[in-house]
């Protein structure tokens, strides 16, 4: 079986339902479960390495969205108001990653941006309030670029990064879709407020919302009434940790669906994209990620690098992975035999870059993409001029 049959399986269950429900006219409902089936599906495209697979999965993602979105309107909907005792979410906190910046390869830029925004002020708060006023502390971050490249990676690190050097418990809340959103009309809402009101109770605190456009989704164009909502609460939601230790971080891949009123100062003011690694971290991560294998000392780690360039992160850690396989089945038969050089460049030829689908994607939607975000043009040229010369 795949690895990605299972979020098919699911998706197809909720598609299901969600015709069920259309069909009894429970609107609100069925463009929920439309929702959750077209987060199945980008997982399940992730995982996908099927080019005709991975473009019917993206088809029916539109579908089920735009199918959400059109039962969303308040003209359809007739549904009970959601209370306490219906699908609010009590607590968002999670354990922190055991992770820190040094099993991070590269990304200084954004490595130094999460010190100054979270770690300084509690190092030396007193001396960073002789420069800053205390309103201004909180703040939110924009990671934005191709998917795959450690935006979700390097957040989680920071929590662990904090802890670590603060010597003492940084609180961490990871926030995706599917935690928020509710059958319930408000239950969204008021679960989105009280992820900030559990940041500010538990500060100091870092809030990572994976795949924003999910739940800051545009309105610009969209009539749905649940997007309005959402996005009103998300604005007013960051008073809450005014003059606290908070930071909130939002990852993106699909620039084109946040709305524009999140990327003003006071709100996502900072935005920083996360670009595929270079020549020298694609060798450290290559060196992160076959640290304490079995492996033989033939490794040519310049090579790798030059290999895979343009190779989002999760391809190399997925190409050293699959290496690792094939060795596996061979050492089983010859106790001597260890993961090699050849291993590698036989799984990276015979692996596609998993940013040529994004570019793809980006080119559908460069008309919704505001100037905030323009700077990735340049880097979908790039992308798509080296795809050309290796094709």
């Not at 997925?318 to 094939?326: D, H, K, M, P």
């Not at 015979?350 to 700077?375: A, I, P």
Request: glycine share 4%; charged share 30%; net charge neutral.
């Amino acid at each position: 079986m795949d690895s990605y049959t299972p979020h098919v399986a699911a998706a197809n269950e909720y598609v299901k339902i969600a015709r069920e429900q259309e069909a009894t006219k429970n609107y609100n409902q069925a463009a929920i479960n439309y929702i959750r089936a077209a987060q199945e599906l980008l997982k399940a495209t992730k995982l996908c390495k099927d080019e005709t697979a991975i473009n019917a999965f993206q088809n029916q993602i539109e579908i089920c969205k735009a199918k959400a979105q059109a039962l969303s309107a308040p003209k359809k909907t007739a549904i009970r108001e959601g209370d306490d005792k219906e699908d609010v979410v009590k607590s968002f906190e999670v354990e922190i990653p055991d992770l820190t910046f040094d099993k991070v390869a590269g990304m200084q830029e954004v490595k130094d941006r999460f010190y100054n925004a979270i770690i300084l002020p509690l190092e030396n708060p007193d001396l960073f309030f002789k420069f800053v006023k205390k309103d201004y502390m909180a703040s939110g971050i924009i990671l934005y670029g191709p998917p795959g490249c450690g935006k979700t990676y390097i957040a989680k690190a920071a929590a662990g990064e904090a802890s670590k050097r603060l010597g003492k418990k940084v609180t961490f809340l990871y926030i995706d879709a599917s935690s928020v959103l509710s059958s319930y009309v408000g239950v969204s809402e008021k679960n989105l407020k009280r992820v900030f009101e559990e940041a500010a109770e538990k500060e100091p605190a870092i809030i990572v919302f994976d795949e924003i456009d999910g739940i800051g989704m545009s309105r610009s164009g969209n009539r749905s009434s649940y997007a309005q909502r959402l996005v009103n609460q998300f604005l007013s939601s960051f008073d809450i940790i005014t003059g606290k230790s908070v930071l909130v971080v939002g990852t993106t891949n699909k620039v084109w669906g946040i709305d524009s009123a999140l990327l003003r100062s006071g709100r996502f003011g900072y935005h920083i994209r996360v670009d595929p690694l270079d020549f020298e971290a694609r060798k450290e991560l290559f060196k992160l990620s076959l640290d304490g294998l079995l492996v033989s000392n033939d490794i040519n780690y310049d090579e790798l690098a030059r290999m895979t360039q343009y190779y989002a992160s999760s391809d190399i850690t997925a190409i050293c992975a699959e290496a690792g396989r094939r060795a596996l089945k061979e050492h089983i038969k010859d106790p001597s035999r260890k993961l090699c050089h050849a291993d590698l460049v036989e799984v990276i030829k015979d692996t596609r870059s998993s940013l040529y689908r994004w570019v793809d994607e980006y080119k559908r939607h460069k008309d919704k993409v505001s100037e905030e975000f323009k700077d990735l043009e340049e880097l979908v040229n790039k992308i798509d001029e080296h795809r050309k010369q290796v094709s």
